[in-house]
């Protein structure tokens, strides 16, 4: 099964850059098994870059009002209006992205899973995330590597169904 | 682009011809893609599937269904050759690494400008597709035509652009040009001089601002002769220039002035023709550069050998003109920044056309004509897919809510998503 890991994130706005991060740290780990990349914008770009693969692991940052930052969330595309680059406005968001390369006839992926990373701080220009969200980085990229590998992995994640409702 | 010229003038530096030549280059390729996701991806959708179509149908996948597969690919591919161009010269095709006081980081590699130089014939033909799709299915579209001429979509302002030495449209470089509703030049000024020329008018209720032209003064929410509100967008650049600088863009442009008349045109719609026109001459002059070997040279920076300490940096952005304004202390550590970014130049302009639009599709006695919210929706798109850039906002849903008022002043209505 042709695999991509797609990271995407900003590396300077702190904890934005996590999808970066876990897509950098999968790299060596699925060389051979999996095509690991990243980009700082999603859009029509995404096309292009989930175009030819049977099966897709998005890692992007989320914040979600009341969630703790760490928090990992696995959601399929269909849940998904939620995070800034896959539901922009500037752009056409994910859902649009895969119906659209579909339309044209180019071969997508039948399956798509996103990884979202509650933030603590985006907005702040620094090179590395928070200490609160860094630590997740290690879980992620088992988890990823351990359902691309098909090996028994440990899962940090839950589904949006668990998401806690605290202030939201 | 603007941050990079800014900190050139922080640090006192004139770049090499080459860098000056590459971060254009650069810049051509970057309104090829934006300007592709503006109009095909988020702006079409209103004219080929029609503004009273339902969303889920007014969107990209419509207009595939629209125009075909064939230029559906097409409009992927050229997107994505745009972006190749951009991660060529830059390093990156988003946030790029590579402007540095003085210049660029690196020369361009001769293989990436063989590269470049094949794709620049079928960014040109990908600009031409788009004016004669633009021609075909809304200009001889009698319904789309009307709209387009109708009064509902009609702001009369001053308008600004950045110009060459000849007043023809300019991204990269060039002098602010304004003109007044009936298009005499009224105002022009140097990356510099901004402050002299340009002010910015507070609202409460809105963090954005309101620039406006300071030797006019504030004067509100007004439009016609006299304001001193202006637009800096597409069809404004047009309005402020007397042509392009290359030929095919410039015979559009004739055309398209032709069709309304003259100059300078107030009808806001045509903000998308001028936009598929930019996008036609940022190909042309992308070819016209990747053909100048002086492209290739590796002088491409010099090092800066002053203290850093202030200056301003103008482009002109897909969206707008773009001004950068800052303030260093000896180290280069910026103490103080002015942004004024293409979206907000046009805040008022955008206030007052969203306004306009909501009275003239609500219909009489409150009545709720047929996709309402979307035609005030169109009022916004024709300067900006989102408001995102120019607040740095993000709500997660398109924010919109229409008060209809009685003649008392009292709410009789509320249509919102």
């Keep these: 099964m042709k695999t991509t890991v797609i990271g995407l994130g900003n590396t300077i706005l702190c904890d934005d850059g996590i999808g970066i991060y876990v897509a950098r740290a999968l790299e060596a780990r699925l060389a051979g098994t999996a095509d690991v990349k990243t980009a700082e914008l999603a859009g029509l770009d995404l096309i292009e870059m989930l175009r030819g693969y049977d099966r897709a692991y998005i890692v992007d940052a989320i914040n979600l009002d009341g969630e703790a930052a760490g928090t990992v969330f696995r959601i399929k595309p269909d849940d998904l209006r939620i995070t800034p680059r896959l539901a922009s406005f500037h752009d056409i968001d994910l859902v649009t992205a895969i119906e659209l390369g579909k339309r044209l006839e180019f071969s997508m992926p039948g399956e798509v899973v996103i990884y979202a990373v509650q933030v603590e701080d985006a907005l702040t220009l620094r090179e590395t995330c928070t200490e609160t969200v860094a630590r997740v980085i290690e879980p992620v990229v088992e988890e990823i590597a351990g359902e691309i590998e098909g090996t028994a992995h440990r899962t940090v994640s839950i589904g949006l169904s668990q998401r806690r409702k605290t202030g939201a | 682009m603007a941050s990079g010229k800014a900190v050139d003038a922080v640090y006192k530096v ?270 042309e002059r992308l070819t016209e550069l990747i053909q100048d070997e002086e492209i290739l040279d590796p002088n491409v920076r010099v090092i800066p050998s002053t203290t850093p300490s202030e200056g301003v940096g103008i482009v002109e952005a897909p969206r707008g003109t773009l001004t950068h304004h800052y303030v260093t202390d000896s180290r280069g550590i910026v103490t103080k920044a002015n942004l004024i970014v293409g979206t907000t130049n046009n805040n008022g302009a955008i206030s007052m056309a969203v306004k306009k639009a909501a009275e003239k599709f609500v219909g009489t006695g409150g009545e709720i004509k047929e996709g309402l919210l979307n035609r005030v929706e169109m009022a916004f798109r024709i300067y900006d897919p989102c408001f995102s850039c120019a607040t740095h906002s993000l709500p997660g849903q398109m924010p919109l809510t229409v008060d209809i008022l009685n003649a008392a002043g009292e709410t009789i209505r509320t249509v919102s998503r």
């Design chain 2, 14 to 283: 004139k770049i090499p011809a080459a860098a000056a030549k590459l971060r254009e280059l650069y810049y051509m390729a970057h309104y090829i893609h934006s300007h592709t996701a503006h109009f095909y991806a988020l702006a079409a959708p209103d004219f080929v599937v029609g503004p009273d179509a339902p969303p889920a149908e007014r969107n990209i996948l419509g207009l595939v269904n629209k125009v075909g597969i064939d230029i559906g690919r097409e409009v992927i591919r050229q997107r994505e050759i745009s972006q190749i161009i951009q991660q060529m010269i830059g390093g990156r095709a988003t946030h790029p690494v590579w402007n540095l006081p003085g210049g660029v980081t690196r020369a361009l590699a001769r293989e990436d400008r063989d590269s470049i130089k094949k794709f620049a014939p079928g960014l040109v033909g990908f600009g031409e597709l788009g004016l004669k799709l633009f021609d075909d299915l809304v200009l001889k579209n009698k319904g789309y035509l009307d709209l387009i001429l109708g009064d509902g979509y009609e702001l009369v302002t001053n308008y600004m652009g950045l110009v060459d030495d000849k007043n023809r449209v300019t991204f990269y470089d060039g002098t602010v040009r304004v003109v007044d509703p009936d298009g005499n030049e009224i105002d022009r000024y140097r990356e510099s001089e901004y402050l002299d020329h340009v002010a910015e008018h507070v609202e409460p209720y809105t963090y954005l601002k309101f620039p406006y032209l300071k030797k006019l003064g504030w004067q509100g929410f007004k439009e016609g002769k006299g304001t001193s509100l202006y637009q800096a967008a597409p069809l404004a650049r047009f309005n402020a220039a007397s042509g392009m600088g290359t030929p095919k863009a410039q015979a559009a442009y004739e055309k398209m002035f032709a069709t309304f008349g003259g100059k300078p045109v107030h009808k806001l719609m045509a903000m998308h023709w001028a936009r598929l026109i930019e996008l036609l001459y940022a190909a």
